[in-house]
Nanobody, 130 residues
């Protein structure tokens, strides 16, 4: 089992920055790929970014590429999402999720479907005002 806890959400003005964190406990989190998803009111949950367990590969959805950065510190069992140049349309509850199926060290693949992830956090609210 992996337990995930997000933190760092809040209210920020458009153009500002926030960093959300995903702290893990439980089994070997450092062998799990991790992704961030978000869900805005009335919309489906969508993939935002993902990182392989080695940290060698990061993946972003087109709408956040160049503005968001995903990273991880395995010694701290923590994954981060740095969000810069925030827009009102980034407003959502942000969830981290872990995919702990075996992957090679040099994997260059992160799943984008929510069904591929076995463990989820409770979410943290990010609100961007215009």
């Amino acid at each position: 089992q992996v337990q995930l806890v997000e933190s760092g959400g809040g209210l920020v003005q458009a153009g500002g920055s926030l960093r959300v964190s995903c702290a893990a406990s439980g089994r070997t989190f450092d062998r799990c790929a991790v992704a961030w998803f978000r869900q805005a009111p009335g919309k489906e949950r969508e993939y935002v970014a993902g990182i392989t367990w080695s940290g060698l590969y990061q993946d972003y959805t087109a709408s956040v590429k160049g503005r968001f950065t995903i990273s991880r510190e395995n010694v701290k069992n923590t994954v981060y999402l740095q969000m810069d140049s925030l827009k009102p349309e980034d407003t959502a509850v942000y969830y981290c999720a872990a995919d702990c199926k075996p992957q090679p060290y040099l994997s260059y693949y992160v799943a984008r479907g929510a069904r591929d992830y076995d463990y989820w956090g409770q979410g943290t609210q990010v609100t961007v005002s215009s």
